[in-house]
């Protein structure tokens, strides 16, 4: 009898781990990085000020739902720039603040130097740990000063 138990157990435990959500996709902005996490459970949608990254620091505005399509306030978010053509991480880590209603500001990103870069984000909430990877548009080279 502990045998079927714990074999039942095990079993919901692996589904109860393995559980996907179909997440209500709501995007707002037009052009925005726009991806689900990796179990669905959330959305994100980021759209970086100004929009053309370029090398240096740079900021960017974060949306979050939920699958429901509910906004989501209160997560911890860690976010890690990557190059990964060069596997380049840099040394500066990004600020995320929490400006309520489903909307996060990420400040200090930076870019060392230009390229195909992208955002990879853990977000911790009361209910789910969950990642997303969101590419991010070309990051540039600051354009050189005209000179007179």
């Known amino acids: 009898m502990l045998k079927k138990v714990s074999i039942i157990a095990a079993v919901l435990l692996l589904f109860a781990c393995s559980v996907k959500y179909t997440p209500k996709m709501v995007q707002h902005i037009r052009g925005s990085v726009f991806r689900a996490t990796d179990t669905g ?17 740079n900021k ?5 739902h939920n699958y429901e399509g509910a906004d989501i306030a209160g997560l911890r978010i860690d976010v890690t720039p990557v190059l990964p053509s060069r596997n380049l991480v840099p040394d500066q880590k ?12 990420i400040d200090n990103i930076y870019f060392p130097e230009p390229g195909k870069w992208e955002l990879r ?3 911790y909430g009361e209910e789910m740990v969950d990642t997303v990877v969101l590419p991010l548009p070309e990051v540039k080279a600051m354009p050189m000063k005209k000179m007179k």
Do not use: N, S
Request: proline content about 8%; overall charge positive; charged content about 25%.
């Open 41 to 57: 459970y959330y959305t994100t949608e980021l759209v970086m000020k100004p929009k053309q990254p370029l090398v240096g620091k």
């Open 60 to 64: 960017a505005h974060l949306i979050v």
């Open 94 to 105: 990004p600020e995320v603040k929490d400006a309520g209603r489903g909307l996060y500001i």
């Open 121 to 123: 984000l853990k977000l």
